[in-house]
């Protein structure tokens, strides 16, 4: 087999061209991108029910609606009562930055005293620090008005995503039959493949972590109103958020708790062991109970694999690449696998015809 003929070599060309085609595609939809991605998610959620609506014989279209409708009043009542409590724990969040900011530029200067005078080295932590913090506290300042600002905008967007996700509902499977159609013959068969695979994994994904993230969430919220750490329920529903991250979004929703924590007043050192042990214990429930009952299986990625994802994804389309990593990965290795799969089998068949003709 020449070189040019090898299935690693042709399976790496056609796998490099379908990534530059998904690329340049997120690339020029990267305007709207949050707004498709949270359609597709509620694809993803509401297709078992539109299915189970079908399968009572009530028309598709009337089924696709009845949902959405549905859907749409529950995330209007939830909004309705939760969207005051938001606003006044944003509110108080923001109240306290400064505290949390002074916590943790003294908890740098003392440590970096100590270092200093462990390593027998005069390392000036607080200069540095204060420049650091300032920015980083103007930031979460201007951080957390926009979130509070742009919160009607938010709402709109909600308010729209369900007409998307009604003609996804709709459509997707026409539209779906017609660009499968424009595969070649020869890779009709391997096309249809693949798609069912990346399609039921990410689905199945998709539903798993959703559910993981709301349970995270509310385990959470709870823990922290148990314990009497401040803001509970927007702590704990920055953790379940923090959680679509792998091995990053628990560290750092621990150093939020923590800051939090010590900006209490009076202050109580053991709120910080508590909140660390909350979201410690959320997540041996998560490991153990969660994960192997609603995620296991959709992803099978390494650490190391997930880590870099997340860095290139996140580097490329930003906070929303961040939490499509995993899934895009795992939709990669199922592309390539299946690519090689078929070169190979070509191969094969290939070798005994080219030495009947030799």
């Known amino acids: 087999m020449s070189w040019q003929q090898s299935p690693h070599i042709r399976t790496f060309k056609l796998f490099s061209l379908v990534v530059a085609i998904c690329l340049a595609s997120f690339y020029f939809i990267s305007s709207v991108l949050i707004p498709v991605v949270i359609a597709f998610t509620f694809y993803a959620l509401i297709q078992p029910a539109v299915f189970y609506l079908v399968r009572h014989n009530i028309n598709h279209s009337l089924s696709v609606l009845i949902v959405l409708v549905l859907m749409t009043i529950t995330s209007v009542l939830m909004i309705a009562f939760a969207l005051p409590a938001f606003l006044e724990q944003v509110g108080l969040l923001q109240d306290k930055l400064p505290q949390i900011v002074g916590k943790l530029e003294q908890f740098l200067t003392v440590y970096g005293e100590k270092l200093s005078t462990r390593i027998g080295a005069d390392i000036d932590v607080s200069t540095v620090s204060l420049s650091i913090l300032s920015k980083s506290s103007s930031l979460g300042r201007a951080a957390l008005i926009n979130v509070s600002n742009g919160l009607f905008n938010f709402i709109i967007v909600f308010i729209l995503v369900p007409f998307l996700t009604y003609y996804l509902l709709k459509d997707f499977k026409r539209a779906r039959n017609e660009m499968m159609n424009w595969l070649p013959n020869s890779s009709?068969?391997?096309?249809?493949?693949?798609?069912?695979?990346?399609?039921?994994?990410?689905?199945?994904?998709?539903?798993?972590?959703?559910l993981q993230s709301l349970i995270m969430a509310s385990f959470c919220s709870i823990g922290f109103l148990l314990i009497g750490l401040d803001i509970p329920f927007l702590m704990g529903a920055i953790t379940g958020l923090f959680n679509l991250v792998p091995y990053i979004g628990p560290v750092i929703s621990i150093v939020l708790s923590l800051l939090v924590g010590a900006a209490m007043t009076p202050f109580d050192p053991s709120i910080l062991y508590l909140g660390v042990l909350v979201i410690i214990s959320a997540q041996i429930f998560d490991n153990v109970v969660v994960i192997p009952a609603v995620v296991a299986h959709a992803v099978n990625l390494h650490p190391v694999q997930a880590i870099f994802g997340i860095i290139i994804f996140g580097s490329l389309f930003g906070t929303i690449g961040i939490i499509l990593a995993m899934p895009a990965i795992a939709a990669g290795k199922i592309v390539f696998n299946n690519i090689y799969a078929d070169m190979a089998n070509a191969s094969l068949k290939a070798a005994p015809q080219a030495a009947e003709e030799g």
Not at 188 to 210: C, F, P
Request: no cysteine.
């Open 188 to 210: 009709y068969e391997l096309g249809w493949l693949i798609y069912h695979n990346v399609s039921s994994k990410l689905q199945a994904y998709t539903r798993g972590v959703m």
